[in-house]
């Protein structure tokens, strides 16, 4: 999280506004020197108006002072003060450059940090804190996780609609900050906002998920998106079945799909066809080891649509996902599976891990009955030897 000092000064929050109202007029701007009739939120409002004209000095005195006026700001009772912080955090959305944007993201979250949280005003502070994080790639310095978004807003919970549109601003940061796993749990999150009722206006926010989750190089367990009501609406279209061939279908039906489909694909959904083709290699590789214990270099050729000479960079890149664990034989031309992680996750994977453990406990149970039997003859012995 940002580290920002807290910030002290001894001026009532009337003389902090003539000076810095003294200050910016010093700059050039258009503003009088004079305290306003009205009261600090007039004078407020001509200093906010005016703020960025203190970009083109030094850094600390840019931040010393925004930072002045976010200690007015925190004074003024909110129902008055909620306009004057909205321009605000627009305004420092406007801090251009890396140094700028951090002294920016620093101030706006000492502003955010500073609001009672009762206050319905930080989430607009905080969705343009957002938009800052991402000037400056530091969206991580704001938002940790989807819990913690949540506990920000706990006193005072946004709207669906509200969160909904914060939501979708983060996956479009997270995504383009690389950060692909954060991304999906926030779409995930997104989608579940939608009820049975309204699921159908999702369908935008639905196919932006798939094309996500189908994009990232490092998201093979594509399952859980099927139970999700937005994504359910789309069945019957293209989309839908696209992401059921990923979910369980092999190469050879994306192929088949792909060739039907090649406008969608690439140019509708924007999706690269040498990254899909990889990555189905890697998702029919996985359901082939599902029952196996061993494969043949033939096989994965013919089943993957490779060379044989391409096989061992293949399973290199297999084994680098952790999806699968195994090892290769080059002389035998055979690859010895381990284990393996199901693509799919249904009533047939539960009963095996139901069988896998009812085993294990089994066994358990016969390691136990075969120690009390060796601790047994142990006792019998050392009894012997006492008579």
């Known amino acids: 999280m940002l580290n920002v000092p807290a910030v002290f000064i001894d001026l009532t929050p009337e003389d902090q506004a003539v000076e810095l109202l003294v200050y910016f007029k010093s700059l050039g701007a258009d503003v009088s020197e004079d305290k306003s009739p009205k009261g600090i939120e007039d004078d407020l409002n001509q200093i906010i108006n005016v703020c960025e004209t203190c970009f083109k000095t030094n850094e600390a005195e840019v931040e010393s002072v925004l ?17 004057l912080i909205l321009s605000f955090s627009k305004k420092l959305t406007k801090a251009k450059g890396q ?52 506990q ?44 049975t009722e309204n699921a ?25 998106l099927l139970s999700l009501k937005p994504v359910r609406c789309l069945e019957g279209e293209l989309v839908h079945q696209l992401l059921t061939i990923f979910v369980s279908e092999k190469l050879t039906d994306y192929l088949k799909f792909y060739e039907s489909n090649k406008q969608l694909v690439e140019v509708e959904l924007g999706l690269d066809h040498e990254r899909n083709l990889k990555k189905m290699r890697l ?18 050729t013919s089943e993957l649509q490779i060379k044989e000479e391409e096989v061992e960079a293949f399973i290199i890149e297999v084994l680098k996902t952790k999806l699968v664990r195994a090892r290769m034989d080059q002389a035998a031309k055979k690859v010895y599976i381990a284990s393996t992680m199901h693509r799919t996750f249904g009533r047939p994977q539960w009963q095996q891990l139901r069988d896998t453990l009812h085993a294990w406990k089994s066994n358990l149970a016969n390691v136990q009955e075969g120690m009390k039997a060796v601790v047994s003859a142990q006792m019998e012995l050392a009894q012997q030897k006492i008579q």
Not at 207 to 215: D, E, H, S, T, Y
């Open 67 to 83: 930072n002045a006026i976010v200690s007015m700001l925190v004074v003024i009772p909110v129902n008055r003060a909620e306009q």
């Open 99 to 150: 140094k700028l944007g951090q002294i920016a993201l620093r101030v706006l979250w000492l502003l955010f940090q500073s609001l009672d949280e009762h206050c319905p005003i930080r989430y607009y502070v905080y969705y343009h804190l957002i938009q800052i994080a991402k000037q400056v790639e530091q969206v991580r310095a704001v938002f940790r996780g989807v819990d913690h978004l949540k």
């Open 200 to 224: 159908s206006q999702a369908r935008e926010d639905a196919q932006r998920c798939i094309v996500a989750a189908l994009g990232d190089p490092e998201t093979f367990l594509l399952d859980p």
């Open 283 to 300: 998702l029919t590789f996985m359901q082939l080891a599902e029952g196996a214990t061993e494969m043949s270099f033939s096989t994965i």
């Open 152 to 195: 920000q807003f706990v006193a005072s919970p946004p709207t669906t609609e509200q969160m909904q549109k914060l939501l979708r601003l983060l996956h479009q940061v997270l995504v383009a900050s690389k950060e692909s796993e954060l991304a999906a749990k926030v779409m995930i999150e997104l989608l579940s906002t939608y009820t």
